[in-house]
């Protein structure tokens, strides 16, 4: 069975223009959560999709926007780029059965901000 | 709040060495304990799991005791290997999907 994918794996923007990053979950995962990974603060909880809907949202700024299609894809849009933005962007689904519902990493997307 | 402590790396073992990470948490209710590993230029691997007090999770030679009494989680393995030098993440769940993770640890084990 395939992982979790994650399109682009690298990408390099300018301040102040919009990235738009793509996750496809396992296949028959219907949650996806998005996680930031930076040096100084380590990794951060975004946001997290079920059935097209946000269940769950982390403290970051309104810039941050996700959403989730009905074949539960996601993706996660970050816009007026800043420099502080600059990191790794991990996807994480799951199947939301078993206790506790175990969450499978996609390898990321590295996003730099010039 | 939820909460995770890790100690700061990096750690420096000789293979064949004792490992130790340590992690304590802060949390409502009963949470789930994990511990992932993250190797260079990769995202994150689940390496063990406890979902109750005094469960202990276990792969690849790597354990971890979740002991609710003194709020912690700590890594061990017998015998490092060169191949197991990676960052190391303790991380919980309250309920659903969301994890809160520690800052990580890094492990370096040379020859």
């Known amino acids: 069975k395939a992982g979790v994918t994650q399109t682009p794996r690298y990408l390099i923007k300018t301040r102040g223009q919009q990235v738009t990053l793509s996750c496809s979950p396992i296949?028959?995962?219907?949650?996806v959560s998005w996680y930031q990974q930076t040096p100084g603060q380590g990794l951060q909880f975004l946001f997290e999709?079920?059935?097209?809907?946000?269940?769950n949202k982390g403290n970051f700024p309104g810039r941050f926007s996700g959403r989730q299609f009905s074949n539960s894809r996601s993706e996660m849009n970050v816009s007026t780029l800043e420099l502080g933005d600059s990191a790794l962007y991990l996807c994480?689904?799951?199947?939301?059965?078993?206790?506790?519902?175990?969450?499978?990493f996609g390898p990321g997307t590295r996003l730099t901000v010039t | 709040g939820n909460s995770v402590t890790q100690m700061e790396g990096p750690v420096t073992l000789s293979e064949e060495a004792f490992l130790t990470i340590n992690c304590t948490y802060t949390?409502?209710?009963?949470?789930?304990l994990f511990w992932y590993v993250q190797y260079p230029g990769e995202g994150l691997q689940l390496l063990l799991k406890?979902?109750?007090?005094?469960d202990k999770g276990s792969n690849k030679g790597f354990e971890a005791t979740y002991r609710k009494e003194t709020t912690s989680f700590h890594l061990e393995k017998g015998s490092v290997q060169v191949s197991d030098s990676a960052v190391y993440f303790c991380?919980?769940?309250?309920?659903?999907?969301?994890?809160?993770f520690g800052k990580g640890t890094m492990l370096l084990v040379s020859p």
């Open positions: 949390a409502t209710g009963y949470p789930s």
């Open positions: 406890a979902t109750k007090a005094d």
């Open positions: 296949s028959g995962h219907r949650s």
């Open positions: 991380a919980l769940t309250s309920g659903y999907s969301t994890l809160t």
């Open positions: 994480a689904s799951s199947i939301e059965r078993g206790d506790p519902y175990e969450q499978y």
């Open positions: 999709y079920f059935s097209e809907t946000q269940r």
